[in-house]
């Protein structure tokens, strides 16, 4: 682990902090959203203040990745009770504010123990109603958006303020089906499926334009990506 860290309300982050998180998260009574992530950890030993041993059930190739979802974020438990109102963690933000509904504020953490980062402050609007998103951005009430409806592209792209990034992610959208059970245990059928339908269509009527026909479980971001089309 990284020595000399702080949780933002100044105590010190260790090993003892990891392993109360870990154990935390995939206790039988856990309501962790993806407990799933933990299942194959067997045990979790302290070293020392910066070590921190896993021992896993079994082999996990994805292990160290899941280790980097936000459901692992690490906690100290003086406040695991009290994070779901006023976080405390260990990042370069430190919270602020939560206008329930309204809006979440961060503020720059000058105790950070990576590199510093070059925002003050962000506040995190709620926006409920996906039709506001377009003119809170054109009116200069929010300075980013992540996700528009895809119908909402061409508004913001002929303003020149505003730079429009599209690209390749890796979410497909998929027609799956379970091969044991019949009709779909044959061949033929599944095929027939696949020649009816029309993806082009799909992607232009479901998402303005915006996709790329794929016949593959994996989306063309992945290196393991095969075009089957």
Not at 19 to 44: E, H, M
Not at 156 to 181: C, Y
Not at 186 to 214: E, M, N, T, Y
């Amino acid at each position: 682990l990284h020595t000399g860290v702080k949780f933002h309300d100044g105590t010190d982050f260790n090993a003892d902090d990891v392993k109360f998180s870990l154990d935390r998260a995939r206790a039988d009574n856990s309501v962790n959203a993806q407990k799933g992530l933990f299942a194959a950890i067997d045990t979790v030993e302290v070293v020392d203040p910066a070590t921190v041993r896993i021992t896993l059930k079994n082999p996990q190739s994805s292990f160290l990745y899941n280790m980097g979802w936000g459901d692992a974020v690490i906690v100290a438990p003086e406040t695991a009770d009290t994070n779901k109102e006023k976080p405390v963690g260990t990042g370069p933000f430190r919270f602020q504010n939560w206008a329930k509904g309204s809006s979440i504020t961060l503020i720059r953490s000058d105790a950070y123990w990576g590199a510093p980062v070059s925002l003050y402050k962000a506040e995190f609007r709620i926006v409920t109603d996906a039709a506001a998103a377009v003119p809170a951005l054109l009116s200069g009430d929010v300075q980013a958006f992540p996700f528009f409806d895809p119908d909402s592209v061409a508004q913001i792209q002929g303003d020149p303020r505003f730079k429009v990034v599209i690209g390749a992610t890796e979410g497909e959208t998929i027609l799956s089906m379970n091969n044991k059970k019949p009709p779909f245990d044959r061949l033929q059928v599944r095929q027939a499926i696949s020649f009816a339908l029309d993806r082009k269509a799909i992607i232009d009527g479901a998402s303005a334009g915006h996709g790329v026909p794929i016949g593959s479980h994996m989306s063309p971001a992945n290196k393991a990506y095969v075009d089957l089309t």
